[in-house]
């Protein structure tokens, strides 16, 4: 070979290496923003945020014209949108923003009023081909306005660059007050313009009958406006310089554009006060000056650097989008709502500051986040396990009540049970709280929460109602409140129970244990099904088990095999027999729905016959049931169909039901890894069920401040969608007869090996 010839193939190749380089993708670059936004609350559009983001900047387009609209907010099938609003939690809204061209309105009116004429909003139709999305990015162009809209976001802050026509009078409206997912109202606001590059303003907002929040903002332009206007009403005041009132208030600036003219707006917020928004302002977003591009790549980063905590590597590329799409919907949809320097507004709206956590995080309700999203964070985000027992603590010593579903901070007495106790308890079995005084402090706030009857504070609820019946009786009796109560409270008690243990408390462990069980109190052992009970002892009567008389989002037949902290105890209460063929047919009738019971579900008094129901959340655990009535490759073969068929990888099915804030997407990523926590990780040891993996292999890369393994890797051999059953299973070289390890076998680091196969092993996984 000549040295030409060999200068020439050394060439090539390199090309060829940069080339493969270029084609690799990393997990940031699977997300599907749009994934499911066909079907989904308010909290999970395509928005631009950060993980666990104050602000989430995106478009809004289900407007209606006032009230609760249930799911409102972004919907992938309108070719709309209405504004970009920079608030999306659950109960809360604020701040929406858009650039108009069009003639002049500063009314919000429906998505589908006119486009021309009176009454024509300012809302504007959109070439779908341009709506773009990425973590931390969304873009569109506005058809009716001719405007280019791009964003990006640090965790308080946005950018937005508008690209404008040639116009006389281009505008930048800015509405406090918008249709949402949860109404909400305007009691006070002011906008004031504070320079021809920069406003100031509040929204002193009610929603949900029990979220006060305060919405206090900056905004920055990157050139001198023309004009600042406002509007209160239908009443529009030109050229001023600052607007107040209540309700409909808003503002709008004025530029002459020229062709392909850009204006940037940068926003700072704060639940706290405008100067705090200046403050995260100038902190989080100023650095970056005007460059959007910077911005992108910050968020960017950030969102791949959490993402890539797990590498997954065969199964499809829609496997692969479906994964980290999951991924990034448990950090997408729940906010931090302290100022970088620590402030925060407390339930009394008190300021306060950081005193337990380096973050106060807030959203919608902990319902059984214990089976999955919980187990996300305490393996690959650790620290923001340790924030949310903070939260808590934060919440107990300024208002002596912990938090089942802190709303902007606020107590929304949302969902049931108090499952907050299983996430602190979980970080202390799991060694994540190592700190002897605050764990004592944890148990103070859980064993508080377990004996004290829930109260109405600071205009919500909190703690839980009906605890008193409870405790008198050893259940809830139906004409007094919901039977499910019984088995969320219950559950509760057990996760205290173990805390106890564990810090040597035996008189306490002895009476919550004891607690634990009073499940048993309303399961019927004619019928075996949980029976909703009166004050009497006497069952109702012409029991069905597929109402929902007394059950909250679910029927009688879901909610009798929900008993997470004693499956072995319910096993023997419905006998194992029955209990296996009862959980099987359902899993196979509920095979031509995709696992899920889609709306019908929420409603209340209805016979409902739905089964297996993977659309909410009391019935995410059935698959797994089967490791604890001796039929493991029954848990491998539905978490498996489940995966396939409950979740897809398009705009329109992502999933079906009802995703909060991620434990739809948190049960995907565990279960695809062949993972599952039955009782939260509040045992002692905590323990997981395994199932059948997704991937051929995991990579698990574990956090050294918290955890001294480096990382812990899951392979599957010879696996496919057809080898879905373990045929045998290998801890660190050792056999594994059960199908569980320990969560300290996955944070020391280690492999985890499966051998799969086609047929079940029906000798695998039984073994005591």
Request: hydrophobic share 35%; with cysteine.
């Amino acid at each position: 070979m000549t040295m030409k010839l060999k200068y020439i193939l050394v060439f090539l190749l390199n090309l060829y290496g940069i080339i493969l380089i270029a084609q690799v993708k990393r997990p940031v670059d699977y997300v599907d923003v749009f994934m499911g936004t066909s079907n989904s609350r308010w909290m999970l559009g395509p928005y631009a945020t950060m993980p666990y983001g104050m602000v989430q900047l995106g478009p809004d387009n289900q407007g209606a014209n006032q009230g609760y609209n249930w799911m409102a907010g972004y919907e992938y099938a309108i070719n709309s949108v209405d504004g970009f609003s920079h608030f999306h939690a659950w109960t809360m809204a604020g701040l929406r923003i858009i650039p108009t061209t069009a003639d002049l309105s500063f009314s919000d009116e429906p998505t589908d009023s006119p486009y021309k004429g009176a009454g024509a909003g300012y809302h504007s139709r959109i070439e779908k081909d341009t709506e773009k999305g990425s973590p931390g990015y969304y873009a569109v162009y506005l058809y009716d306005h001719d405007v280019r809209a791009e964003m990006s976001v640090t965790t308080r802050c946005g950018l937005q660059r508008y690209t404008f026509p040639e116009k006389k009078e281009s505008r930048i409206l800015i509405d406090l007050q918008f249709p949402a997912e949860y109404d909400f109202n305007v009691k006070d606001a002011k906008i004031t313009k504070v320079t021809d590059t920069e406003i100031e303003g509040y929204a002193q907002s009610s929603s949900a009958g029990f979220n006060d929040y305060k919405v206090c903002f900056v905004l920055q332009f990157d050139k001198p406006f023309q004009t600042f206007n406002g509007w209160t009403g239908k009443q529009l005041t030109r050229d001023c310089e600052g607007i107040a009132g209540k309700g409909d208030v808003g503002a709008f600036v004025t530029y002459k554009t020229k062709k392909g003219e850009q204006v940037h707006v940068r926003s700072g917020v704060s639940l706290v006060s405008i100067e705090q928004a200046r403050l995260n302002l100038k902190t989080e977003m100023e650095p970056f000056g005007w460059d959007i591009e910077a911005v992108k790549r910050n968020a960017e980063t950030t969102w791949n650097t959490l993402l890539s905590t797990i590498q997954v590597d065969g199964g499809t590329e829609t496997d692969k989008v479906k994964f980290y799409t999951n991924l990034y919907r448990v950090f997408a949809a729940k906010q931090t709502w302290n100022d970088v320097n620590g402030k925060y507004v407390d339930p009394a709206e008190n300021v306060q500051t950081l005193k337990y956590s380096n973050n106060i995080y807030g959203g919608d309700a902990f319902w059984n986040t214990f089976w999955n999203s919980n187990g996300v964070l305490s393996l690959i985000a650790p620290a923001m396990m340790e924030n949310w027992v903070g939260t808590q603590l934060e919440l107990f010593e300024h208002t002596g009540w912990t938090s089942k579903g802190p709303a902007g901070l606020e107590y929304s007495g949302i969902m049931e049970g108090s499952h907050e106790i299983a996430l602190m308890v979980a970080a202390y079995q799991k060694g994540i709280i190592k700190n002897k005084t605050i764990a004592e402090k944890v148990y103070e706030a859980i064993k508080f929460m377990m004996l004290n009857e829930g109260v109405d504070i600071y205009g919500g609820s909190a703690g839980n109602p009906q605890l008193k019946e409870y405790m008198k009786f050893g259940y809830v009796p139906y004409e007094i409140g919901k039977t499910n109560k019984v088995l969320d409270y219950a559950f509760d008690d057990y996760c205290v129970a173990q805390m106890a243990k564990s810090l040597g408390k035996k008189a306490d462990y002895n009476y919550f244990i004891k607690r634990s069980q009073n499940y048993r109190n309303i399961f019927n052992t004619d019928l075996k099904f949980v029976v909703p009970k009166d004050s009497n002892g006497q069952w109702i009567p012409n029991y069905d088990e597929f109402s929902n008389n007394s059950f909250v989002e679910g029927n009688g037949w879901e909610y009798s095999f929900y008993v997470p902290h004693d499956a072995a105890g319910l096993i023997g209460l419905m006998g194992k027999g029955l209990f296996n063929k009862r959980l099987d047919d359902g899993f196979e009738k509920s095979v031509e729905y995709r696992f899920a019971a889609h709306a019908l579900d929420r409603t209340t008094g209805e016979r409902n016959e739905f089964y297996i129901n993977q659309g909410n959340e009391i019935n995410m655990q059935p698959a797994f049931l089967f490791n604890y009535s001796g039929k493991p490759w029954l848990a491998q073969k539905w978490s498996r169909a489940i995966l396939e068929t409950f979740y897809g990888a398009t705009p329109y099915h992502g999933w079906e039901g009802d995703e909060d804030e991620g434990q739809m997407g948190a049960w995907f990523v565990m279960s695809s890894m062949g993972l599952f926590e039955m009782r939260g990780g509040t045992e002692i040891n905590p323990e997981l069920d395994l199932t059948s993996p997704l991937f051929n292999s995991i990579t698990i890369k574990l956090n050294p401040t918290y955890y001294k393994g480096k990382e812990f890797i899951i392979e599957a051999h010879n696996n496919s969608k057809e080898n879905i059953y373990i045929q045998s299973a290998t801890l660190n070289g050792k056999a594994l007869t059960q199908a569980k390890i320990h969560f300290k076998d996955i944070v020391n680091g280690g492999k985890l090996e499966f051998e799969m196969g086609p047929l079940p092993n029906e000798n695998w996984g039984v073994g005591k």
